[in-house]
């Protein structure tokens, strides 16, 4: 089956670490997103990414990095300059075409700063 | 993107039809409204997006003024699965930023 999967689902992390957060897509999708979810409300953009080797800055990048080695690929690191990353964290994929831009959500990762 | 003004909740009795707004009174012309939900603790789900059309697929209609400042997401017949936190957004497929935007949504509560 086609989708996307994000691991883990729950993470604990003590303050001052960095820890990096997966997301795989076997969509064939160009365009992969990180956003960042707090209880009750929306969803923030991170980072986005339109194709292999190249990704932007959302609205909220400070503390955060990526990388976009492969397609299927987007993995989110979590820094130390992050001042409040207890928060739940999505991963989608796009085709990134012009007409279309149905976005396909994984199941999310919780973290948890102690 | 233009910005989009939701009631913060809704309940609807199971089986009847939920009628869920969304005011998005600064929309421009190449701007499409997309609809997408949220069940506790999952990823967004999309339902269904439209132009200035009314629009109709397996889950729900989307109808849209058509003056365009505003739009509604019809599901006929709500089941307590569709218990979830409903969002509208505009955006355009047009610039090179295709990220989509959240606000605080819609909860709707089907009641049995």
């Known amino acids: 089956d086609g989708g996307i999967t994000q691991s883990p689902k729950y993470l604990f992390r003590k303050e001052g670490q960095n820890v990096t957060l997966s997301c795989e897509q076997n969509?064939?999708?160009?365009?992969m997103y990180w956003y960042r979810q707090d209880p009750g409300q929306g969803l923030r953009l991170i980072y986005y990414s339109q194709i292999v080797n190249d990704f932007q800055k959302g609205d909220i990048a400070e503390g955060y990095s990526v990388s976009r080695e492969k397609k299927e690929s987007f993995p989110l690191t979590v820094t130390s300059a992050q001042k409040n990353p207890t928060a739940f964290y999505l991963c989608a994929s796009s085709t990134g075409t012009e007409s279309y831009n149905e976005q396909f959500f994984g199941p999310g990762t919780r973290l948890t700063v102690l | 993107d233009a910005k989009t003004t939701q009631p913060p909740s809704m309940d609807c009795a199971e089986g009847r039809a939920a009628n869920l707004p969304c005011n998005h009174s600064?929309?421009?012309?190449?701007?499409?409204v997309y609809w997408y939900r949220q069940i506790h603790s999952q990823g967004p789900q999309y339902i269904i997006h439209?132009?200035?059309n009314n629009e109709t697929n397996e889950m729900a209609s989307l109808i849209i003024t058509e003056d365009r400042k505003s739009s509604t997401l019809i599901l006929p017949h709500a089941t307590l699965r569709d218990t979830a936190v409903y969002y509208c957004?505009?955006?355009?497929?047009?610039?090179?930023?295709?990220?989509?935007?959240f606000g605080s949504g819609t909860r709707l509560q089907v009641q049995p």
């Open positions: 600064t929309i421009s012309g190449n701007e499409y």
């Open positions: 439209g132009l200035k």
């Open positions: 957004i505009v955006i355009s497929l047009h610039t090179g930023r295709r990220a989509l935007t």
């Open positions: 969509l064939n999708h160009d365009a």
